[in-house]
């Protein structure tokens, strides 16, 4: 029978520490990025010319209909040879895990903003309102109010995301954990420690959006 031994992973207990540094490092990056990304390609998405919605649309099917795993390999390997340029592992990890997340943040942003009945849209025209104007002071307030929670759940599944960037020998939590397993022969021990962790960084955090969901839900 196999005997359990947590108490010899206290050796490795600052790998852990820095791996997760590294992934709430990553978490924070790709996440704001993402965003960033997500609101230009879902704005480009509801323009009205033509080009800008078609590499919007483009973009957007590319990054959610191919896995993950692959473009982080495709972006560490690939892009150096085509484009030229050199690239590191976290380089390449925060490109792939940005530009992906950001296809999803797009797609809820665009559902966000056409939730909202076009009659306000028309009615801030009438009061002499730009479309730009009429977007940043009606529209996306109040889409915003419902973007929020799939914003939310959509950046808890980027934190568990990083854990794929070990494959690059990025050292995040899920890296570290391998460097110790290899090391301390214990792999039962620390990969349960690991799913612990990650389960207690992420479990605040999806508490924290049911909870912003229930107010959300009744202050309409």
């Not at 540094?21 to 009205?48: E, M, N, Q, R």
């Amino acid at each position: 029978m196999y005997t359990w031994d947590f108490g010899s992973l206290w050796t490795y207990r600052w790998l852990f520490v820095q791996g997760l540094g590294v992934t709430a490092a990553f978490t924070v990056a790709i996440v704001v990025i993402g965003l960033l990304v997500g609101l230009g390609a879902g704005l480009a998405k509801l323009s009205h010319l033509a080009p800008l919605r078609w590499l919007s649309n483009a973009y957007i099917e590319v990054f959610r209909c191919t896995p993950l795993l692959v473009q982080l390999v495709w972006f560490y390997y690939a892009l150096p040879i085509l484009a030229g340029i050199e690239i590191s592992a976290i380089g390449a990890s925060v490109l792939a895990l940005s530009l992906y997340g950001g296809s999803f943040y797009a797609e809820i942003i665009r559902g966000g903003i056409v939730s909202i009945d076009r009659g306000q849209g028309e009615a801030a025209a009438a009061l002499g309102m730009t479309p730009a104007q009429s977007l940043r002071r009606i529209i996306l307030p109040q889409a915003l109010k419902r973007m929020v929670p799939p914003l939310m759940n959509q950046s808890i599944i980027q934190f568990k995301n990083t854990s794929l960037v070990s494959v690059l020998a990025v050292p995040d939590l899920l890296y570290q954990g391998q460097v110790a397993a290899h090391d301390s022969y214990r792999p039962l021990e620390i990969y349960t420690l690991v799913a612990v962790l990650y389960f207690a960084a992420l479990y605040p955090l999806t508490w924290i959006v049911r909870r912003g969901e229930r107010r959300l839900a009744t202050s309409d």
